[in-house]
Nanobody, 124 residues
Framework: QVQLVESGGGQVQPGDSLRLSCVAS????????MAWFRQVPGKDREFVGG????????NYAELLKGRFTVSGDKKNNIMYLEMTNLNPDDTATYYC?????????????????WGQGTQVTVTS
């Protein structure tokens, strides 16, 4: 059983940066690839970015490339999401997820384990 706990959300102003963390139980990068998703009420959960099982490769939603960065701390079993130049459209609940296998996947259905989410609100 994998447990994922996100933190780092909050309310920020447009143009600000924020770093989210996802702490996993166990040596997650040995077995799972991981990803960040986000969801706005009334809309589908969408892929933000992910990191493969070894932690050596990342991929992103096309529209978020250049502003968002996913990284992993294998020693401490933590995945990060660094977000820069935030705008109100980035307001959402952000979730981390884990799936068996070496490669990330942009589909929600590909992930078995999910965190409880952390809220990010961008407003002036």
């Amino acid at each position: 059983q994998v447990q994922l706990v996100e933190s780092g959300g909050g309310q920020v102003q447009p143009g600000d940066s924020l770093r989210l963390s996802c702490v996993a139980s166990g040596r997650i990068f040995d077995t799972y690839s991981m990803a960040w998703f986000r969801q706005v009420p009334g809309k589908d959960r969408e892929f933000v970015g992910g990191i493969n099982r070894s932690g050596g490769r990342t991929n992103y939603a096309e529209l978020l490339k250049g502003r968002f960065t996913v990284s992993g701390d294998k020693k401490n079993n933590i995945m990060y999401l660094e977000m820069t130049n935030l705008n109100p459209d980035d307001t959402a609940t952000y979730y981390c997820a884990a799936r068996l296998g070496g490669l990330t996947d942009s589909r929600v259905s590909a992930y078995r384990y999910w965190g409880q989410g952390t809220q990010v609100t961008v407003t002036s």
